[in-house]
């Protein structure tokens, strides 16, 4: 038995070698997809299951809507300030200053809480915070449903055509509702049929909260009780209202169409909760739709159902495809394909936006709901493997443009060259102040890094990506500016005549004393292929490099080793048998696996070994999370063990929910969106290789007896 399953992934090699030339049966992708289809018959406290289009997200609680868990409605756009703190010479974000700390000899002012300034800085790190745009849900007789009023619940997702589909027994009568999110406008579409409709006894309630940035982490988001600190109006009109939302300085519409009979009302003028009660019908079809300006074509209910059925349909048959279902397969394969599935379909939900994902995606506000720009090539990269440019590019293709001006400034102020990019960003751009904030700088190669994936795209001609000299052009000046600020942040160290990263600074694991912190490994590997990449770029185009790259590049510290293995940074004392430092992100395993090799200086195979067999033996993977297990995937996969690769991707550790949510576990709030991205960014690489490594057979990348079909990867680095 098991020998023919190896016999066969032979057989199936080939099929996938004819799918190169053209011939071959495709995967049913369909059928994989639906089998993984979520399903729940009782709310979870901590996730809801979700529609949406990647710049907006509807979560909804066993009912379909929102009427027993206030889960969020959440957008790209919709973001809120606070009023000013009226403490005297802290009114206004000018007046924030920030630290000055020593650098290399010279003061260096770093973008980081002041405590003579302690109330501005924190207004800049709450604000702005993303909106929730509102609550939509039954209610029962005028009244709020509560779960154990519910019977026969029931409730399924169908991830091919985006329509999530909820039933339930109340008093006696079924009530079913189906919800869809439009992919082209901020629009949840709703059906819902129950004999409880024709006389009035379930009604749908639109409510809004006031937002306060007052919470870091929010799984409910917003402040249902301050009804007197906003406000909302309504304007009726024919099957349809107009509800408009004023919280400070931020307005946003809901605009509510019905097709049967209803009328809509206001609770009472304190709140800000409106029913809208169906008459006479046993069906009842609604959208709302939320939207920055007033708006006055809306798509019906039954469009909406259409496009989203072609937009989710367009979204799995496109790009790439991994079949791991072989009833050959050991177990782990269908609980990786399970992962894979889910997680394609809560990236495309939460995360496939116009400006960089937050960690939480579009389901809750995680630090504000800011996003993070050393998570954006983790959040991002797998699109590129996966060949869904299209979804990156809304991000990728305006987010390092935009944010250039205002990183040349950071730069210029520190007395550097170049363009220093933030890091907990709001789409202005603006960087919150934070001691980590401020001294990471792992995020800097990484525009270098998806230029890169994007150029390696262009020459195998992948769809959605320009042709190679127009994506040399595109990047140019965004990857010029990134390589001088890299230079220029490199210092040059007269006693030992070569060029250090830090101090002060924090590595990938921000574990370390920033001011004793000096060439960490992962951050000079990262350097040394950023500026590898940069003068590429330039020769590529027949453009001289700047002769102080090339000086930088051939005179970068070396990775630090102490005791036979590479350490976390130069000069560490004992790293492998200090608890706090075997813990937390494994940045020395990024150098080969989330990085490729060096072509001029690789590292020493011996001694990466040596760390490898450390890392296995000392670290603390109990307290691992998120990305950790991609990342030491990723390596896994590149020393040739995918069976360690899997066994990375399937840790305990690495925990999803029974709808595929990524947990966040003790460090950081579920959902983390990065797991999910990670484990698709890993199984990218396995599928469809690396650039660096062109020899490389699908065969040697998966677990010996695995049947593996693959479709249309792009490769990694
Ligand atoms: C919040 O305030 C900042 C600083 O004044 C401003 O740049 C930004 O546009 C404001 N954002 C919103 C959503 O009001
Ligand atoms: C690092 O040095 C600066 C002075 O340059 C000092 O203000 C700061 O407190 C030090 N940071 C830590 C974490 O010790
Ligand atoms: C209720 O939902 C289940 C699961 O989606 C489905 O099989 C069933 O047909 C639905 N029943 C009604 C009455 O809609
Ligand atoms: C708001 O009101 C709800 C119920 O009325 C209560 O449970 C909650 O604690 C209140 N929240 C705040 C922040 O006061
Ligand atoms: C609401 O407004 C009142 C009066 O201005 C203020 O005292 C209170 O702090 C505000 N509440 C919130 C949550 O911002
Ligand atoms: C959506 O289309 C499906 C058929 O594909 C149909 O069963 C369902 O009732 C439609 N839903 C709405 C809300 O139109
Ligand atoms: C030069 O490098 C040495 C060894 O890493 C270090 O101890 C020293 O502080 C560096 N000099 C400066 C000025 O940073
Ligand atoms: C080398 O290893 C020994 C034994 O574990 C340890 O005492 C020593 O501190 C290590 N040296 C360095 C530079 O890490
Ligand atoms: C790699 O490191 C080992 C052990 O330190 C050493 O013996 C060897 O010479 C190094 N190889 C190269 C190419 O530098
Ligand atoms: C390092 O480990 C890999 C994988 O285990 C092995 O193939 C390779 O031979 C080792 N290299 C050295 C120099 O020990
Ligand atoms: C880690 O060490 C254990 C023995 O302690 C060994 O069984 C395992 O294969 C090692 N894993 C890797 C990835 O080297
Ligand atoms: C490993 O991490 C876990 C989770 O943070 C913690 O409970 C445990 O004490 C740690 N173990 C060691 C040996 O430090």
Redesign the pocket.
Known sequence: MRLQCIDFFAFILGFVLSFANGSGTRIDRESVVRRFNPSRNANSPTTPIQVGNGNFAFGADITGLQSILPWNTLSTWS???TSFPTTPGQTK?EDFTGLDWWTHGRLVPYSQPNPAENDISQWLIR??HRVNLGRIGLLYNGEGIEENQLSQTQQHLDMWTGTLHSNFTLDGQIVSVQTNVDPHSDTVAVLIESRLLEDGEVTVFFDFPYMTGQNKFETFVGDWNSTSNHTTTIQRRQHSAEIRHDLD??TYFATINWVEKGSMSRLSASSHQYTLAPAGSKTFTFTTTFSANPIYLIASVSTINTSSKQWWNEYWTHGAFIDLTSSCNPPPASTLQRLIVLSQYLLAVNSASDSPPQESGLTNNGWYGKFHLEMYLWHGAHWAVWNRWGLLHRSLNTLYKQFLPSSQLRAAEQGYKGARWGKMSDP?G?SAPGEINSLLIWQQPHPLHFAELEYQAALEAKPGVSNPHQVLEDWDQVLTATADFMTSYAFHNSSTGVFDLGPPMYPVSENTQPNNTINPTFELAYWRFGLEVASKWKSRQRKPTPSTWATVLSQLAPLPVQNGTYVIYEGVQDPWNTPTLTEDHPGLVGIFGFLPPSTDSPFNTTTLNATLDKINSTWNFTASYGWDFPFLAMNAARMGNPQQAVKWLLDPNFAFDDIGMPIGGSRVPTPYFPASAGLLWAVGMMAGGWASEPKSKLEDRWPNGWEVRVEDFGKGL
């Open positions: 973001w809120h300030n974000p604000n702005p300085s931020t202005s603006r």
